[in-house]
């Protein structure tokens, strides 16, 4: 089969590999249909190490089963799946509490030997990873639950655990996928105020669609000025951080408001970050987020984008296949695409 390898910094190709096999009974085997590049495969096409064997790419994705385990009841072949970004039994201690990225049995698909910018992907602990789409499914509401495999469950995680509830203000920090879902969430949450902080036009319009009620485009001590400006100098109930680099971060902290919430799901990309006087403590501000488990969301948000209440596959606004995928990477690194899709 194809699949995708990173093998450094700007360094994508799509090779030929193995075909994925069962492995463990609990497996599947599924025919990607659909997948797409994330904002967070950006991280290491940027400062990866250089690898000689490459690296498979991809966690986001829906496909067709073709190969069930043995003990897998849950899944039947020729069923249309939507696949997460960690699999997980939904069972365990930590899954059954919500944080099926915590699972015992649990990992992550990036990186291993069966990703899914890939033609095929072998599903592990497939019975708790795996979501049916209902037969039928209309091709066209495709995008939307692409979405529901990351960026969207990611966005509503970060508005949920901030606390976005009606009434409250909430700042966006970035507008990538994550952050302009992120919007959507606290919307859908409730929340009164949605303050969008991005730069790039074509994707606050968006954000704006989505339920900000303003768009900060300042950075750093300018952007925190506006914000506090924005909320009568009081700061922001929630504030997510959906970036993953340290001026974000610092951002974040300086336009929280007394008691506030940091939430934050942009992969940290430092390792040290201010919690003192200044950034948390001062203020009573609570710090949270992480890496969102989607498996928790998942049956949740799927009626809603069934029946179009929600729309978050308007993300999408590239499409290639699997042998120009190098050129989906090139282009949402420039900023010249928000999400592409990619159709192994």
């Known amino acids: 089969m194809r699949a995708t390898l990173m093998y450094g910094p700007g360094d994508v190709r799509v090779e030929e590999v193995p075909d994925p096999v069962i492995e463990e009974p609990t497996d599947a085997i599924i025919r990607m249909t659909y997948t797409c590049v994330c904002g967070s495969d950006l991280h290491p096409y940027h400062s990866m190490e250089p690898s000689q064997d490459g690296v498979h790419m991809g966690h986001e994705g829906i496909g067709v089963v073709e190969e069930v385990g043995q003990d897998i009841t849950a899944l039947a072949v020729g069923d249309t799946v939507i696949v997460p970004f960690s699999w997980s039994d939904n069972t365990c201690v930590y899954c059954r509490e919500g944080f099926n990225t915590s699972c015992v049995h649990g990992g992550f698909f990036d990186g291993a030997p069966s990703a899914m910018q890939a033609e095929k992907l072998r599903v592990p602990q497939a019975d708790g990873t795996a979501v049916v789409i209902p037969k039928g499914t209309d091709e066209s509401l495709m995008p939307s639950l692409l979405t529901l495999a990351d960026v969207y469950p990611t966005g509503y995680h970060a508005a949920y655990t901030g606390g976005a509830a009606p009434g409250k203000t909430v700042t966006v920090i970035g507008d990538g996928a994550v952050g302009l879902l992120t919007v959507l969430a606290a919307r859908q949450l409730g929340a009164k105020t949605i303050i969008l902080m991005g730069r790039h036009t074509t994707r606050t319009d968006l954000g704006r669609q989505f339920g900000a009620t303003h ?66 403590w001062g203020k009573n501000a609570t710090l949270t987020g992480g890496p969102a488990a989607q498996r928790r969301y998942i049956e949740t948000a799927l009626p809603e984008v069934l029946s179009g209440a929600i729309q978050p596959g308007r993300v999408f606004d590239r499409e290639f296949g699997l042998d120009d995928i190098a050129q989906a990477y090139r282009l949402m690194d420039s900023r010249q695409a928000l999400k592409v899709i990619i159709r192994p």
Do not use: M, N, W
């Open 215 to 280: 768009v900060v485009a300042e950075r750093g001590a300018e952007g925190i000025t506006k914000v506090l400006d924005i909320t009568a100098g009081e700061g922001s109930h929630v504030v997510v951080e959906a970036v993953g680099h340290l001026p974000a971060y610092e951002q974040a902290y300086g336009v929280i408001r007394p008691g506030g919430t940091i939430s934050r799901v942009g992969v940290p990309q430092y390792d040290e970050a201010d919690v003192g006087f200044t950034a948390l």
